[in-house]
C-alpha cells in the first residue's frame, strides 16, 4: 500500500480495534444513563413541562433557584444533610480506627477472626433489612430498648419519631453498619507495619502504649489522612437510603435531608424543575468536594485511583 | 514480642471484653428480629421478646410462605440478581482490559478511564435519570433493574488495576504464542485474576439483592417491585392499612392471628438468608479485593 509506514505486523489502529469493541457496549450504556441526565439537568433552569419537553419548555434563569430559597425547609434541609454527614464523617473515621487498634493488640487468632467475621456482616444488609430490624428494637411500645430504659426506671423514648433524638438514631446505626467494615484497610495497613520497627523501640525501652505511640500511629497516619480527605467528599452524602427507611413526617424537622427532598418534591409532588434544581446544587457542590478530595489525596497522600 | 508489664496485662482484658462487646452488639439486633420471628404474636405485641423465641411459633414463616405477593417479589430479586450479576459481570471484564493496556500503545485509553470515572463523580441527578430511563421504554420493564446499573464503574476499576498488576512476562510470553486482545483477556487474564473477579461478582450479587430504590421508582405496578422494594413497601407501610385494604375475611382473621410484627420479622430475615449464604465467600475475598482496588502506595 503506498504511503503506509512499513509495519511488520498491522497498524496500531487495527490492533487496538478489539479494544474499541470491547469498550463499546459499557461506552454506550454509560453515555445514555450517565451523559444524557447530565443534559437533563438545565431542566433546573426551565419551568419544564413534561407535555413541551426539555426543548419547548420555557427558560426561566435562576428563579426556580430563588424560589427554593424563599421556602423556609431548604435551609433546614441543607443544614440536616451537613449536620448528619459531617457526624458521619467524623465517627466514620474515628471509630474504625480505633478498633483497628483494639484489634490488632489481640493476639488470639481465632478470637480475630471470629469478631471480624461478625463486625463486618451489617455492612452487606441493605438498609431495608436493618430499618425494618430497628424500627423494632426502638419501637416504644415493644422494642429491647425501650424495655431496657423501662426496666431501669428511665422513661421510654420514641427514637425514630423524637426531633431531639433522630439524628443520633441515624448517625449511631451507621456507624454500627460501617466501622466493622471500615476498619478492614485499617487492620491492613496495621499489618504491613514492620516488625522490626517494635523490637527497635522495645530495645530502646518503650513498653507495648509507647510502641502504639511512636511506631503504631505514625505507621497508619497516612492510610488515615487519605480517608479523612477521601471522605470529604461525601459531605452532602448524608445517607439516602438509611433515611428513606427510617424516617417518617415527624421528624422532616431534623432528619429530612438534601436527596429526601429532591425525591419527595419531584417524584412525589411531581415538580421536576424544583427538584432538578437542588439536584444540580448537590451535584455541582458535591463533584467539587470529590475533586477537591481527590486532588489532596493524591497531591499529600500518594493516593492513586488508577 | 516485649514484656508484657502489669499495667499491659490489664488493658489486654478490657480489651478483650471491649472487642467481645462490640462484636455482639453488632449481633444482637440480628438475633432479636430472628427471636420475634419466631414468636408467638401475644408475647411480641406485649414486647417479651429480647434475644430468644418466646412461645415458638412457625406461624409467621407459613403465613409469609404462602403470601403471593411475597414469592413473586422473591421471584423477581432472583432474576435480578442472575441476569444483573451476569450483565455486570461481561461489562467489568470487557472494560477493565481495554482500560489495563498500556497507554503508549493504546492511545485512547487515558480519555477512556476519564469517561468513565466522569461518569461516576458527576450525576444528573434523580429526575433526569427518571427521565432517560422512561423515555428509553424501561418504565415497568424488569430490564429498568439490570441495564441502567449495567457498568460498575468501581469494579471497572478494582478489576483493571489488577490486571495492570499481573507480570509483564505471563503476557509477553502469551503474546509470542500468537494471543490476540480477546484470547488474551479470555485464556490468560480472566484464569488468574478469579479472586478479584470473584470479589467484584460477589459485591455486584449484594447489590442487586440489595437494591430498591430503582425497583420501587421505574415500576408504578407493585408486582414487578423486587423483593427489597417489596419489604421497604412493608416497612414504611403501617399495619392498619393492611387491615383497610383487606377485603376478603379469611385473610383478615390470618392477618389478626399472626401479628405484623412477626410478619415483618420473618419476612426480614428470609431476605437476609441469601447474604448469610453468601457471606463466608464474600468475607474469603474482599479484604484482599478492596485493598489492591482502592489503596495503592
Redo the contacts between chains.
Keep these: 500500500m503506498p504511503g503506509r509506514k512499513k509495519r511488520t505486523g498491522p497498524s496500531a489502529a487495527k490492533r487496538n480495534l478489539p479494544l474499541h469493541l470491547m469498550l463499546l457496549p459499557g461506552i454506550l450504556i454509560v453515555f445514555v444513563y450517565n451523559y444524557l441526565p447530565m443534559g437533563g439537568l438545565v431542566m433546573a433552569f426551565q419551568q419544564y413541562k413534561p407535555t413541551r419537553g426539555l426543548l419547548g419548555s420555557a427558560w426561566v434563569g435562576l428563579q426556580n433557584f430563588r424560589l427554593l430559597l424563599s421556602f423556609p425547609n431548604t435551609k433546614q434541609v441543607v443544614l440536616n444533610t451537613l449536620i448528619i454527614a459531617t457526624s458521619k464523617l467524623v465517627l466514620g473515621l474515628i471509630v474504625p480506627v480505633v478498633f483497628a487498634l483494639l484489634l490488632d493488640e489481640i493476639r488470639s487468632r481465632r478470637f480475630v477472626r471470629s469478631v471480624q467475621t461478625i463486625v463486618y456482616l451489617p455492612y452487606f444488609l441493605s438498609w431495608v433489612i436493618l430499618g425494618g430490624i430497628f424500627f423494632n428494637i426502638l419501637s416504644p411500645s415493644t422494642g429491647i430498648i425501650n424495655r431496657i430504659l423501662e426496666m431501669v426506671g428511665l422513661p421510654t423514648q420514641y427514637f425514630l419519631g423524637d426531633n431531639q433524638h433522630f439524628r443520633w438514631v441515624l448517625v449511631l446505626t451507621d456507624i454500627w453498619k460501617t466501622f466493622g467494615y471500615g476498619s478492614i484497610i485499617y487492620l491492613a495497613a496495621l499489618t504491613s507495619i514492620d516488625s522490626t520497627l517494635y523490637e527497635a523501640a522495645a530495645i530502646d525501652g518503650a513498653n507495648r502504649f509507647r510502641q502504639v505511640l511512636v511506631v503504631t500511629l505514625p505507621g497508619i497516619s497516612s492510610i488515615v489522612f487519605v480517608m479523612a480527605v477521601l471522605s470529604l467528599g461525601n459531605i452532602l452524602n448524608a445517607g439516602f437510603d438509611q433515611v428513606l427507611n427510617m424516617y417518617s413526617p415527624q421528624v422532616y424537622q431534623t432528619g429530612d435531608i438534601l436527596d429526601t427532598f429532591i425525591y419527595r418534591i419531584g417524584l412525589q409532588q411531581a415538580q421536576y424543575s424544583l427538584s432538578t434544581a437542588v439536584g444540580f446544587f448537590r451535584s455541582v457542590i458535591s463533584f467539587l468536594m470529590i475533586s477537591i478530595s481527590y486532588f489532596l489525596a493524591y497531591r499529600y497522600g500518594n493516593y492513586r485511583i488508577f | 514480642m516485649?514484656r508484657?508489664?502489669g499495667?499491659?496485662r490489664v488493658?489486654?482484658i478490657a480489651?478483650?471484653i471491649?472487642?467481645?462487646a462490640?462484636?455482639?452488639?453488632?449481633?444482637l439486633?440480628?438475633m432479636?428480629?430472628l427471636a420475634?420471628s419466631f414468636s408467638d404474636r401475644t408475647a411480641?405485641?406485649?414486647?417479651f421478646?429480647?434475644f430468644w423465641p418466646v412461645n415458638p411459633t412457625l406461624a409467621a414463616y407459613e403465613y409469609v410462605l404462602e403470601d403471593k405477593g411475597f414469592l413473586r417479589a422473591l421471584s423477581i430479586s432472583v432474576f435480578r440478581v442472575i441476569m444483573g450479576g451476569t450483565i455486570n459481570l461481561v461489562?467489568t471484564l470487557?472494560?477493565a482490559?481495554?482500560?489495563s493496556?498500556e497507554s503508549h500503545?493504546?492511545?485512547?485509553r487515558t480519555l477512556?478511564?476519564w469517561?468513565?470515572?466522569f461518569?461516576?463523580?458527576?450525576?444528573?441527578?434523580?429526575?433526569?435519570?427518571?427521565?432517560?430511563?422512561r423515555s428509553?421504554g424501561l418504565i415497568n420493564s424488569l430490564f429498568a433493574l439490570v441495564?441502567?446499573c449495567?457498568?460498575p464503574?468501581f469494579h471497572?476499576?478494582l478489576l483493571?488495576?489488577y490486571f495492570r498488576s499481573v507480570p509483564r512476562e505471563i503476557e509477553e510470553a502469551a503474546r509470542i504464542d500468537g494471543a490476540?486482545?480477546?484470547k488474551m483477556?479470555v485464556s490468560v487474564l480472566t484464569p488468574i485474576s478469579k479472586a478479584s473477579i470473584a470479589t467484584v461478582t460477589l459485591f455486584s450479587l449484594?447489590n442487586h439483592?440489595?437494591?430498591?430504590?430503582d425497583g420501587m421508582?421505574y415500576a408504578n405496578d407493585v408486582n414487578m417491585h423486587p423483593l427489597?422494594?417489596f419489604?421497604?413497601n412493608?416497612?414504611?407501610q403501617s399495619g392498619l392499612d393492611i387491615l383497610i385494604n383487606t377485603s376478603d375475611m379469611e385473610t383478615l382473621n390470618r392477618l389478626m392471628k399472626v401479628s405484623d410484627?412477626t410478619t415483618?420479622?420473618a419476612?426480614?430475615f428470609l431476605?437476609?438468608i441469601p447474604?448469610?449464604c453468601v457471606?463466608p465467600f464474600?468475607?474469603k475475598y474482599?479484604?484482599k479485593g478492596?485493598?489492591i482496588g482502592?489503596?495503592?502506595?
Design positions: 516485649p508484657a508489664s499495667s499491659y488493658f489486654n480489651n478483650h471491649a472487642v467481645g462490640l462484636a455482639l452488639l453488632c449481633l439486633p440480628l432479636n428480629i420475634i411480641t405485641s406485649a414486647g421478646v429480647s461489562l470487557l472494560c482490559y481495554p482500560l493496556r500503545s493504546f492511545r485512547a477512556y478511564v469517561f468513565f470515572l461518569s461516576s463523580l458527576f450525576s444528573g441527578g434523580l429526575i433526569p435519570t427518571y427521565m432517560v430511563v428509553t441495564i441502567p449495567a457498568v464503574i471497572i476499576i483493571m488495576n490476540g486482545h480477546w483477556l449484594v439483592w440489595n437494591s430498591w430504590f421508582i427489597a422494594t419489604l421497604h412493608k416497612v414504611v410484627q415483618k420479622a419476612q426480614i431476605a437476609m447474604i448469610l457471606y464474600l468475607q474482599f479484604a478492596i485493598i482502592s489503596v495503592k502506595g
